[in-house]
């Protein structure tokens, strides 16, 4: 199998059941807030501290923000403790250095004045504490859906009307061969089944067993006929980036879950990018219709109309 190390499929490990993911959620951009007290003998809710902890990490250290960054997981300990009065001494020295953040005072105003709104804050080793990761991502599967839905339509299109100069050859370049459609109108509906699921068959990669994988998320090949839970889309750190771009997210979920519902073996790695891009451009036919990647710009297209070469998308081309 060749491949940039970026998206390999998964190795055949045994998965160990689901991760205890609390419900915490990100604060995003908007000002952080928290319901009662956080700190030296403040009520220390775990989601108010996780939300502090998230604002002191978004803060850099010359303004007081605590270096090495705080780890993020709802607990007041003496780090979060020391990294309160760090902030404190920094904008209002020893007076306003009682180590305690109360809503709506002067401590938690001026922590939101000074956070770097754009600053992913460090993840622990395990993201077993930060199911906000897996929900922001997952909230762009109804675009996901959308854009699966979208390809299925043009695919079935190009099945009543012949290829013509459809979006379908653009991207397939198969001719119009039936059969050809035929596969890829399957795919897709197989991607709604994964989509149709509550949990979209996604998990956390809690253990970093993706390291070195992929640091957005990869998927083990064939997983979704698997027994539940031996096989599933596991989402990394790094799509924390792709949350904020629905374009994205739908683009990486779509290329995974061509992996997720694969029967044979190959893992559908031909080139990466955008269909415009040289790599993707030299693919034969027998490679586009199991090319990750094709799968993942198709839908785009099919839902948004033709598109710039969005600026994430990853290019690689491979041999
Ligand atoms: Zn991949």
Known sequence: MMDDGNCKVAPAKTFSGSPAVVDQRRPGNEDIKIVKSVGQGGANQAQDVFNIQYGLDQVAPIDGGPSPQLKIDGLCGPKTLKAIRD?????????????RI???????KMLNLKRNRNTMPHLPP??????WLLADFLRHMPHARSCVQAAISTVQSAKAHGPGT????????????????????????????VLDRADH?????????GEGISSVAFARLGGFFLPDNAGKIKIREGAWVASNIEDFAAFVMIHE?????ERSSDVGHHA?????DEGMQKLRPDQTVFNCDTYAGFALEARNGEMQRPGWVKTTAFR
């Open 87 to 99: 902030f404190q001494m920094k904008h209002f020295g020893w007076q306003g250095a009682d180590g």
């Open 102 to 108: 109360d809503p709506d005072k002067q401590t938690i």
């Open 126 to 131: 395990s993201l077993a504490t930060t199911g």
């Open 166 to 193: 459809s979006l379908v050859e653009k991207h397939y370049r198969i001719g119009g061969a039936l059969a050809g459609l035929n596969r890829i109108e399957e795919v897709y509906g197989l991607m709604l089944k």
């Open 201 to 209: 068959y996604t998990t956390l990669d809690t253990t970093d067993e």
């Open 257 to 261: 879950m061509r992996h997720f519902v």
């Open 272 to 276: 990466k990018g955008w269909v415009t």
